[in-house]
């Protein structure tokens, strides 16, 4: 029988193996570098505007959503690509989809930077 890991060396080793996915995520993701810059943009502008405890809250927030999301899509992809490389109707359907979640994220993310930053312009 194969001896147990302590509980607490498990879950360090769980941490690794996440940081690793995070790195390979991030060197190899195009979109990932691009929406990585954007949010490097944005957290600018929140120290250069000042903005509010509540406006950081709502910022961070749609940053780690849409980069999350982006890590399943590239998840989903890459699933779909090794259980099926050749076309299929299907595999794109759930491309698709996959990429649909990104976007709808992108979406309330541009609505809610629209919100922090349109009344400091106007
Ligand atoms: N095997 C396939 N069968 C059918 N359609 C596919 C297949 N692979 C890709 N597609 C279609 O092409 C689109 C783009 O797929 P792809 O895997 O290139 O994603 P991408 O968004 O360009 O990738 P990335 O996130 O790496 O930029 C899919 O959303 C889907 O419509």
Redesign the pocket.
Known sequence: MQKKEPFILNRIKSVGYAFRGMITLIKT???IKVQLCIALTVTIAGLYFNISKTEWIAQVTMIGLVLSI?GL??AV?AI??FI??????????I??V??GAVLIASIAAVIIAGIIYIPKFF
């Open positions: 993701e195009a979109s982006e899509n590239t992809e779909a690509d099926h490389p050749d076309y299929h109707k299907k595999i794109g359907l491309k698709d996959a990429a």
